[in-house]
DNA sequence: ATCCGGACAG
DNA sequence: CTGTCCGGAT
């Protein structure tokens, strides 16, 4: 499995051993390698724990919101937006009340609107479909709008301290740099069995906390394991993107309030017939409408 | 100019 | 399974 003469980063791996329990079978590590990595990870935190808001908590609505922030966006960007976000909308029943332009505008900054959208309308399914208390598990949780796996499985960790298995970017460059320090398209179906047997039963909050901090650490201190990883892609450039123009269009709508389409399509893009195309896509996902000749946000 | 990141629709 | 969705940092 491993080129004994390679120069590894991974600890685990030397000329003679490897992490595993047999030498064909990739998929059960060893209790000594198990008890090597829990020690590298708890080390690491003990001395290097990152504070974050949404970790002095236990609420599950301060949770959630911080989980949905934090999909495709960095921790720097959503510490600064996050206690504004919460004093706007300090938990479900606020938040599903908001009309969507209210939550847009503070959301602003943060990416991927459509985010804002999906949380909101999660707050109002919350309200509605559950009493206002926010489910417990990973099942339910996933039937929330905006909330997939990882999302689901992390607020049950964190809210509830939940022993579930679950991969994020920062769990997942973990374990491809220990376990998997030199192979190439590691699917994230041999990462899970990994997770699952170096889970601490105890205490997965504090486990998974201590993962991600290492996991971003890593990023820093090697070449991003993630490129290794089977579902890599390198992103078009934003600049000329469209959704470079879908947030001019937010933008211009939070700023000008209801626009015409025609207004907006001048403001927002230079080929017009392509603004408008993502003007159509915008109201086919509801984050805008359009009524008497007024586009607006939804 | 390049990098980083989960959910969802087609 | 593949393409789409944002913006700040570097």
């Known amino acids: 499995m491993v080129d004994p003469d390679n120069q590894l980063n991974s600890p685990f791996f030397s000329r003679n051993s490897t992490p595993f329990s047999a030498e064909s079978d990739y998929t059960l590590l060893s209790p000594e390698a198990v008890s090597a990595f829990r020690k590298i990870i708890w080390q690491y935190y003990e001395a290097n724990r990152r504070e ?19 999909q495709q966006t960095q921790v720097a960007r959503v510490r600064a937006k996050y206690p504004e976000f919460m004093a706007a909308f300090p938990d479900f029943a606020s938040l599903a009340a908001a009309p969507l332009e209210k939550v847009l505008r503070v959301w602003q900054g943060m990416g991927y609107n459509r985010r804002a959208k999906m949380l909101r309308d999660a707050a109002v399914m919350v309200m509605e479909e559950f009493g206002g208390c926010l489910p417990k598990t990973p099942e339910e949780l996933v039937t929330l709008p905006g909330i997939g ?56 909050r504090e486990w998974y906390y201590a993962l991600m901090d290492y996991g971003a650490m890593a990023k820093q201190a090697v070449e991003n394991p993630n490129r290794r990883s089977h579902g890599y892609t390198v992103q078009a450039a934003f600049d000329g993107s469209d959704r470079q123009i879908r ?52």
């Not at 298995?165 to 990994?194: G, M, S, Y």
């Open 247 to 298: 947030g001019r269009v937010l933008r211009y709508l939070l700023d000008e309030g209801p626009s015409s389409r025609d207004a907006v399509v001048a403001a927002c893009g230079d080929d017009a017939e392509r603004t408008h195309k993502i003007i159509l896509k915008m109201v086919g996902e509801c984050l805008l409408s359009e009524e008497s000749g007024l586009l607006r946000i939804a």
């Open 149 to 204: 796996p990882a999302t689901a499985a992390s607020i049950a960790a964190f809210a509830y301290n939940a022993p579930v298995v679950f991969i994020e970017t920062n769990i997942r460059r973990v374990f491809i740099h220990f376990f998997f320090p030199t192979e190439d398209k590691v699917h994230d179906d041999r990462i899970r069995p990994l997770v699952r047997q170096t889970l601490d039963w105890i205490n997965p």
């Open 52 to 70: 974050m808001a949404w970790r002095d908590t236990t609420d599950p609505y301060a949770i959630f919101v911080s989980e949905v922030m934090l």
